[in-house]
């Protein structure tokens, strides 16, 4: 196969993008050795006093940062929804309902901060989304529903999301169940009542839909979600966009997974480090892809017991996502031809690599 030059300079400039989502050396410097309420103080003080932008003006505003950071890599025009993926023209905006609008992952309603500059334009929890999944989602609590019923789109397309028809609780994509827990995480520490925002918190409870207290669950849900759907290339990307180009602070359970664990899962009581995490990342003595250039299959070793495979291709366009669950696992790509970007991730380990196949 042979590439355009064109389509080589997108692929590295994704590549790069990847690849560059290192977090600055001492961002976290502050959090380090420390467990419970005084990480997750340390943690608010680093990433709170962000550069707050309106929800509408004839300036930047959430608008016009959404384009940015949820643009779909194959079609710089559009942006994507978050709950069902579907590529929409980012330019139509609201027009009159039959455009996009932009979805409160942690519902404004609970905390009732509407869409106040703080909590109600903060980018790192705001996505794209077609108005009519919006107002079936409304404020529903997130949680594997029991009585589902899927939800479909304004244009009549499958989201692939659900709600109950019962409880009120609303059950996103597998693909993005994570992204939803991660933001919701970041609300929870980024605001905590200490500089004139709301103090939002979680609960196990799926609240009803007239309550505004600032609680938001279900915690359990949030924390399986987020230990099977790791962080991917999109997020990394999406982080890094805020943090550089506009808001300038981190959602922390991006850069560092294990994070979620230590405030509210298997790790509580246990002090935090980041070297912790360093020391179990991926390197190229254990982890391998292999062969490299590969014809029909290509074969992962060093990751562990499980993790999930994305494969990107020269225009950084998703086109397999698939799962591991062995030492030694084997991927059929004999479908394909070319070359790739494969992201490895795990919980709380990721390796991006370049693989050619005939």
């Given amino acids: 196969m042979t590439f355009k030059p064109r389509y080589l300079t997108i692929f590295f400039c994704f590549l790069s993008t990847l690849l560059s989502s290192q977090v600055p050396s001492t961002y976290y410097t502050a959090a380090e050795d420390l467990a419970d309420d005084e990480l997750k103080a340390a943690l608010n003080q680093i990433i709170d006093n962000h550069i707050e932008f309106s929800y509408t003006t004839a300036n930047t505003d959430v608008w016009d940062i959404l384009k940015e950071?949820?643009?779909?890599?194959?079609?710089?025009?559009?942006?994507?929804?978050?709950?069902?993926?579907?590529?929409v023209n980012g330019a139509q905006e609201y027009n009159s309902g039959s455009g996009w609008t932009r979805e409160h992952v942690w519902a404004k309603s609970r905390g009732d901060f509407g869409i106040a500059r703080g909590p109600g334009t903060d980018v790192h929890a705001l996505r794209?989304?077609?108005?009519?999944?919006?107002?079936?989602?409304?404020?529903?609590?997130?949680?594997?529903?029991?009585?589902?019923?899927?939800?479909?789109?304004?244009?009549?397309?499958?989201?692939?999301?659900?709600k109950d028809k019962n409880d009120w609780s609303f059950e996103p994509r597998d693909a993005v169940?994570?992204?939803?827990?991660?933001?919701?995480?970041?609300?929870?520490?980024?605001?905590?009542?200490?500089?004139?925002?709301?103090?939002?918190?979680?609960?196990?409870?799926?609240?009803?839909?007239?309550?505004?207290?600032?609680?938001?669950?279900?915690?359990?849900?949030?924390?399986?979600?987020?230990?099977?759907?790791?962080?991917?290339?999109?997020e990394e990307n999406r982080n890094n966009i805020i943090f550089n180009e506009y808001q300038k602070n981190r959602n922390p359970f991006i850069d560092f997974p294990v994070l979620a664990e230590h405030l509210w899962g298997t790790a509580k009581g246990t002090i935090w480090s980041?070297?912790?995490l360093n020391t179990e990342n991926?390197?190229?003595?254990?982890?391998?892809?292999?062969?490299?250039?590969?014809?029909?299959?290509?074969?992962?070793?060093?990751?562990?017991?499980?993790?999930?495979?994305?494969?990107?291709?020269t225009v950084g366009k998703k086109i397999i996502t698939t799962r591991v669950d062995t030492h030694n696992a084997a991927i059929d790509v004999s479908s394909l031809s070319g070359m790739y970007l494969i992201h490895v991730i795990t919980s709380e380990k990721r390796t991006t690599q370049l693989v050619v196949i005939k």
């Fill in 69 to 87: 950071t949820d643009k779909d890599p194959s079609n710089s025009e559009n942006v994507l929804l978050i709950y069902s993926g579907v590529s």
């Fill in 128 to 162: 794209p989304l077609d108005n009519s999944t919006n107002g079936k989602r409304n404020n529903r609590s997130f949680n594997n529903c029991t009585t589902c019923e899927a939800v479909i789109d304004q244009w009549g397309n499958p989201t692939g999301s659900k």
């Fill in 177 to 234: 169940k994570g992204d939803v827990a991660r933001m919701l995480f970041y609300m929870a520490v980024r605001y905590e009542g200490l500089d004139g925002y709301v103090d939002l918190e979680f609960t196990e409870l799926m609240l009803p839909q007239g309550d505004k207290q600032p609680i938001h669950g279900v915690l359990s849900s949030l924390l399986e979600w987020h230990r099977n759907d790791p962080v991917d290339a999109w």
């Fill in 274 to 276: 980041s070297e912790v």
């Fill in 282 to 313: 991926f390197n190229e003595t254990v982890f391998s892809v292999y062969p490299n250039p590969a014809a029909n299959k290509i074969h992962l070793k060093g990751f562990g017991k499980s993790a999930k495979v994305v494969f990107y291709n």
